[in-house]
């Protein structure tokens, strides 16, 4: 078949062949080449890792496979994106570019830009779909939770029966770009087949336990859906998902796990909902949500921020449940929600270290990374937004909540091991004669805090409200107007309650609600 007219699927974080709206038109359309680009200045970005394309790679290598099934081969390069697809169109001829839409981080977003406006000045017809609840060019706030649910409930739609194929050389799935990082050994595998298998055991065994096991880094591990790195690079489709929670919330007759289920899609709501911020104000990647919090981003010397940082990456702060979740993270790519925000309110409150900088360590180590949702959470823990309850965790309180025996501790730190509980969560104040009976001098063995907690927490108060105080009405105004989701009918009633009884139950955190915030019935 002469190559001509070819209609080009760009895969992004969309590596699935069913509900995915892009490759359906195509395959409709005429002769179609599927395409995986690999941008070397996505993956040379600060925010890349190599645990994250060891993860695309096994997502492409399922997905090649289920395109093989429909007859059609997917095209991988390794090459800049605009240059690679002049030269496509230079060879072939280019009839129509297809893909979802993408609320990347900035270098996808140049990309993006690019692409748009050579296709226009070529005559060819970009179509974007939307692919999950993110709204493109939102005008009104008001409307985002409508659309969400009418998204959420359209039919899924079907694989195509099959494609006309185009062949090419290509550089084939097993080279990897050239990007920083290590291989953790414990991250979670990619792909479609074990997307759908993490999803069937979460909702028909493991959702049972959701709600109590959420919080401790000790349960979340089996009670979480674990479904964040698939989601994120697109293995299923979010509606996918929904449909699935909804589907089994229906024939189940069993009250208590209709309960689970409906917080659990509680969540799948909220990854839209922090998605459309950035999607809304991309700035927020790199700029406080806030820009009066700006100044709280260089209180350091930069050789403080370099040696705290460096400490609290390779989980020597010295306080130990600090430290065992950055182990955890660093070798497994994954963390639960509560102990995320808790590394994240440590680093910026704590230790005062700029969120750019210890977001960009977690970007990288998150398996699931997805700027959308990252940005935004790590600046909410970090109380830039103006307009959240100011919520400061407190590592040893959180130690004695989520993890009381210490057994998660223990797990990650060998060397605290034989430390028994009464000093477990606070080593540095064990005397010199129990530090060597138990293996662990402190300083030695390992590292006593670098800075007092109860002060610390004192100065982060301070400062915080400082700024906050002089936040102009505007400026908070704006940030709501723009940001926060109105209550609505859509949210699931029964999260209600558990979202109430949540934040009561928070004592092992400093919290202070916003004003303007708290007389707004609005979630950021
Ligand atoms: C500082 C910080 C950074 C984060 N960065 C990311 C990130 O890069 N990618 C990411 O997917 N999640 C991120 N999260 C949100 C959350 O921690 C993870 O989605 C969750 O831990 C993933 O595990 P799971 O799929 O088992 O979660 P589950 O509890 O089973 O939730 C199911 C899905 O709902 C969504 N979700 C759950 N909680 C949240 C939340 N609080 N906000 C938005 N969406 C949510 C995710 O898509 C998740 O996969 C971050 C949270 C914090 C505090």
Same mark, same amino acid.
């Given at each position: 078949m002469p190559l001509r007219d070819v209609h080009v699927v760009w895969f992004k974080r969309? =590596?699935? /062949? #069913?509900? *995915?709206a892009a490759l359906s038109a195509a395959c409709e359309a005429g002769p179609v080449l599927p395409l995986f680009i690999w941008a070397p200045q996505v993956w040379s970005a600060?925010? +890349?890792?190599l645990s994250q394309a060891m993860f695309v790679r096994d997502s492409l290598q399922d997905l090649a496979h289920a395109l093989q099934q429909l007859g059609l081969h997917l095209h991988v390069y390794h090459h800049d994106p605009l240059t690679l697809l002049q030269r496509l169109h230079a060879k072939f001829g280019i009839a129509g570019l297809y893909s979802h839409e993408e609320t990347g981080n900035q270098h996808t977003y140049t990309i993006d830009q690019q692409v748009q406006v050579w296709c226009r000045m070529q005559g060819i017809v970009w179509q974007e779909w939307p692919q999950n609840g993110v709204v493109r060019?939102? &005008?009104?706030? !008001?409307q985002w939770q409508a659309q969400w649910a009418l998204r959420m409930q359209a039919p899924v739609i079907t694989v195509p029966a099959s494609g006309l194929a185009v062949r090419l050389p290509d550089h084939g799935l097993e080279r990897l770009p050239a990007v920083a990082g *290590? #291989?953790? +050994?414990?991250r979670q595998v990619g792909g479609i087949g074990v997307a759908e298998a993490v999803m069937a055991d979460f909702l028909t065994r493991? /959702? *049972? %336990?959701y709600q109590r096991g959420i919080s401790s880094p000790l349960s979340a591990v089996q009670a979480? &859906?674990?479904l964040s790195p698939y989601l994120a690079w697109g293995a299923v489709s979010l509606r996918t998902v929904v449909q699935a929670t909804r589907a089994r919330a229906q024939q189940t007759e069993n009250v208590q796990q209709r309960r689970q289920l409906h917080s659990f899609e509680s969540r799948l709501h909220w990854h839209c909902h922090f998605m459309q911020k950035l999607e809304s104000e991309p700035r927020i990647e790199h700029q406080s949500?806030?820009? %009066?919090?700006? +100044?709280? !981003?260089?209180?350091?010397?930069d050789a403080a921020v370099a040696l705290r940082l460096q400490a609290w990456q390779d989980a020597q702060t010295g306080w130990p449940l600090v430290d065992a979740c950055m182990q955890m993270l660093n070798q497994s790519g994954w963390l639960n929600f509560r102990m995320r925000a808790m590394l994240m309110s440590t680093a910026s409150? =704590?230790? !005062? =270290?700029p969120w750019r900088q210890s977001g960009l360590h977690l970007a990288r180590a998150f398996?699931?990374?997805e700027p959308g949702i990252h940005w935004p959470q790590v600046q909410m823990q970090s109380g830039?937004?103006?307009?959240?309850t100011l919520r400061i965790y407190h590592p040893v309180k959180q130690a004695l909540t989520q993890d009381p025996q210490g057994v998660f501790v223990r797990q990650w730190l060998?060397?605290?091991?034989?430390?028994?509980d009464s000093w477990?969560?606070?080593?540095?104040?064990?005397p010199p004669g129990l530090q060597r009976r138990y293996g662990c001098l402190i300083g030695r063995d390992y590292p006593a805090p670098m800075v007092d907690i109860g002060e610390a927490i004192q100065t982060a108060k301070q400062d915080w409200f400082a700024i906050r105080q002089t936040m102009p009405a505007h400026a908070v105004a704006d940030i709501l107007q723009r940001h926060a989701s109105r209550k609505s009918? *859509?949210?699931?009633? /029964?999260?209600r309650g558990s979202l109430r009884k949540k934040s009561n139950r928070s004592t092992a955190s400093v919290s202070a609600q916003s004003p303007a915030a708290s007389q707004l019935s609005l979630q950021f």
């Amino acid at each position: 078949m002469p190559l001509r007219d070819v209609h080009v699927v760009w895969f992004k974080r969309d =590596l699935r /062949v #069913a509900d *995915h709206a892009a490759l359906s038109a195509a395959c409709e359309a005429g002769p179609v080449l599927p395409l995986f680009i690999w941008a070397p200045q996505v993956w040379s970005a600060e925010d +890349a890792s190599l645990s994250q394309a060891m993860f695309v790679r096994d997502s492409l290598q399922d997905l090649a496979h289920a395109l093989q099934q429909l007859g059609l081969h997917l095209h991988v390069y390794h090459h800049d994106p605009l240059t690679l697809l002049q030269r496509l169109h230079a060879k072939f001829g280019i009839a129509g570019l297809y893909s979802h839409e993408e609320t990347g981080n900035q270098h996808t977003y140049t990309i993006d830009q690019q692409v748009q406006v050579w296709c226009r000045m070529q005559g060819i017809v970009w179509q974007e779909w939307p692919q999950n609840g993110v709204v493109r060019r939102l &005008s009104d706030r !008001q409307q985002w939770q409508a659309q969400w649910a009418l998204r959420m409930q359209a039919p899924v739609i079907t694989v195509p029966a099959s494609g006309l194929a185009v062949r090419l050389p290509d550089h084939g799935l097993e080279r990897l770009p050239a990007v920083a990082g *290590h #291989a953790q +050994a414990e991250r979670q595998v990619g792909g479609i087949g074990v997307a759908e298998a993490v999803m069937a055991d979460f909702l028909t065994r493991r /959702v *049972h %336990g959701y709600q109590r096991g959420i919080s401790s880094p000790l349960s979340a591990v089996q009670a979480c &859906s674990r479904l964040s790195p698939y989601l994120a690079w697109g293995a299923v489709s979010l509606r996918t998902v929904v449909q699935a929670t909804r589907a089994r919330a229906q024939q189940t007759e069993n009250v208590q796990q209709r309960r689970q289920l409906h917080s659990f899609e509680s969540r799948l709501h909220w990854h839209c909902h922090f998605m459309q911020k950035l999607e809304s104000e991309p700035r927020i990647e790199h700029q406080s949500f806030y820009r %009066g919090f700006e +100044a709280l !981003q260089s209180r350091l010397p930069d050789a403080a921020v370099a040696l705290r940082l460096q400490a609290w990456q390779d989980a020597q702060t010295g306080w130990p449940l600090v430290d065992a979740c950055m182990q955890m993270l660093n070798q497994s790519g994954w963390l639960n929600f509560r102990m995320r925000a808790m590394l994240m309110s440590t680093a910026s409150y =704590l230790l !005062q =270290l700029p969120w750019r900088q210890s977001g960009l360590h977690l970007a990288r180590a998150f398996v699931d990374y997805e700027p959308g949702i990252h940005w935004p959470q790590v600046q909410m823990q970090s109380g830039t937004t103006g307009i959240n309850t100011l919520r400061i965790y407190h590592p040893v309180k959180q130690a004695l909540t989520q993890d009381p025996q210490g057994v998660f501790v223990r797990q990650w730190l060998p060397v605290l091991r034989q430390v028994p509980d009464s000093w477990i969560f606070e080593p540095w104040r064990m005397p010199p004669g129990l530090q060597r009976r138990y293996g662990c001098l402190i300083g030695r063995d390992y590292p006593a805090p670098m800075v007092d907690i109860g002060e610390a927490i004192q100065t982060a108060k301070q400062d915080w409200f400082a700024i906050r105080q002089t936040m102009p009405a505007h400026a908070v105004a704006d940030i709501l107007q723009r940001h926060a989701s109105r209550k609505s009918r *859509h949210f699931p009633k /029964v999260d209600r309650g558990s979202l109430r009884k949540k934040s009561n139950r928070s004592t092992a955190s400093v919290s202070a609600q916003s004003p303007a915030a708290s007389q707004l019935s609005l979630q950021f």
